[in-house]
């Protein structure tokens, strides 16, 4: 057999997140019967310390078992296991790690796509509230690149900000469940360099004043715009991952 084909035979072997392994933890201790529904799980701080993790890290594992009704948040008392059979909890779990693993270009398209119609609705919903804690985020965003330093974070928080504004829980609670797979992307693959740091900051100023104007339409259209670069770059990237995976070049 040539060693091309045997090649195939190979998988590329995929290095897990401390949100991949938290998810997986938490799986055991529910499969395993030490976590039972109506548990409640030990503060964030309390966990990070066991797991030698960061907080945000254990913040957004949990938030994403939440979201898919694996874990439930109760007012005034914390994060509980809910009453699901293991069978249903498994294939949930599984759901959320292949998230997890998702290519950036998925990633990115799922955000395009939460963004635009994101944009439309904060342009026609959006309150006097908001608008302050939009330009509060930007203003953050516009400091950090001043100072010379990394502001990707400040960059998704303009965005999720502008998610709050429209009202949909559900829109803004899909954006937390893709934002750290995002930010992590964006560090590794140091899309976020100097050479677009001030047409960032431009578009970011034109999606805000439509949003302000409540132009929905041109709100979505600034987003997609401002999306665009990152979109290409995304498709580029996945393009020549299929190429080297093919043996073509």
Do not use: W
């Amino acid at each position: 057999m040539a060693s091309s084909d045997i090649l195939k035979n190979f998988q590329e072997i995929k290095v897990e997140s401390s949100i991949d392994k938290i998810i997986r933890q938490i799986r055991g201790l529910i499969t395993s019967g030490q976590l039972n529904p109506g548990d409640k799980l030990p503060s964030e701080r309390k966990l990070s310390e066991k797991l030698g993790v960061g907080r945000g890290n254990v913040r957004d594992a949990i938030k994403k078992l939440e979201f898919y009704g694996i874990l439930k948040p109760l007012p005034q008392s914390g994060t509980v296991v809910a009453g699901m059979g293991i069978t249903a909890l498994e294939g949930l779990i599984s759901d959320v790690l292949k998230i997890e693993n998702s290519d950036f270009a998925s990633l990115v398209e799922t955000r395009i796509m939460l963004e635009t119609e994101s944009a439309k609705l904060a342009a026609s919903r959006r309150t006097a509230q908001d608008i302050l804690d939009i330009t509060k985020a930007l203003n953050a965003y516009a400091s950090k690149l001043k100072s010379g330093e990394q502001a990707v974070e400040e960059d998704l928080m303009f965005h999720l900000r502008i998610a709050e504004a429209t009202k949909n829980t559900v829109l803004k609670s899909l954006m937390l469940i893709i934002t750290p797979d995002i930010i992590r992307h964006f560090i590794q693959l140091d899309i976020c360099n100097d050479k677009r740091t001030s047409t960032v900051l431009e578009e970011h100023d034109i999606i805000l004043k439509h949003i302000v104007a409540q132009e929905p339409e041109l709100a979505a259209a600034a987003m997609e715009t401002h999306l665009q670069d990152v979109l290409d770059y995304s498709k580029d990237l996945k393009n020549r991952q299929g190429n080297g995976a093919s043996g073509t070049h």
